[in-house]
């Protein structure tokens, strides 16, 4: 069901991140643009197997980036973790829009939080736009303890809203 992407699926992930850029866009949600994430940024994620695929029978409906890399900016926030610590970041989750709404990312989410315990991190961080109110609930409603926000700078006039939580906190299902 997930497992790490390959470059023989890149064309299928680039269409699944474009969908959702668009649908995000139809929504007034102003958060991934034309050029991102880019085919270097998902290139990237499947070369430094950081890039996971959520698959109902062989059709990618779901990906999440899991690396260390935070954004220069995440420095500004009083994180619960030292900034420095060893902690696993979220990026580029997605579900295809005809997807959305089934618990898909309720799974990536648990698979993403099992990866943290099994591989000894003290925290998950991510950060969701400002301008999304969905995620932002979906974040909530997992646990996630939001921080403050940031102006990313290669992104939107908005701030996004950074969020942690502890290892020690995620939930056994």
């Known amino acids: 069901m997930i497992g790490k992407g390959t ?3 890149i064309n299928s992930i680039i269409s699944l991140i474009k969908a959702c850029g668009k649908n995000l866009r139809d ?3 102003d958060q991934w ?4 994430p880019s085919i270097e940024n998902i290139t990237n994620d499947i070369q430094t197997e950081t890039l996971f695929t959520y698959k109902i029978e062989s059709e990618i409906v ?3 980036v899991l690396n260390e890399m935070q ?9 619960l973790t030292p900034f420095d610590s060893k902690n696993i970041v979220i990026h580029r989750l997605a579900v295809s829009p005809p997807y959305q709404g089934r618990g898909i990312a309720r799974k990536i989410m648990e698979f993403a939080e099992e990866f943290a315990l099994n591989n000894n991190y ?3 961080r991510l950060d969701t736009f400002s301008q999304n109110l969905r995620n932002q609930k979906f974040y909530a409603n997992r646990g996630y303890v939001e921080l403050g926000s940031v ?7 908005h701030p996004y809203i950074c969020y942690e939580m502890l290892t020690e906190n ?3 299902t």
Do not use: M, P, R, T
């Open 27 to 29: 929504n007034g949600i």
């Open 62 to 64: 779901g990906v999440v």
């Open 170 to 172: 995620i939930k056994k």
């Open 33 to 36: 643009d034309e050029s991102y």
């Open 7 to 9: 470059y023989s699926e």
């Open 122 to 124: 003290c925290s998950i």
């Open 151 to 157: 102006h990313l700078k290669y992104k939107k006039d």
């Open 71 to 79: 954004d220069e900016e995440y420095a500004e926030i009083n994180w």
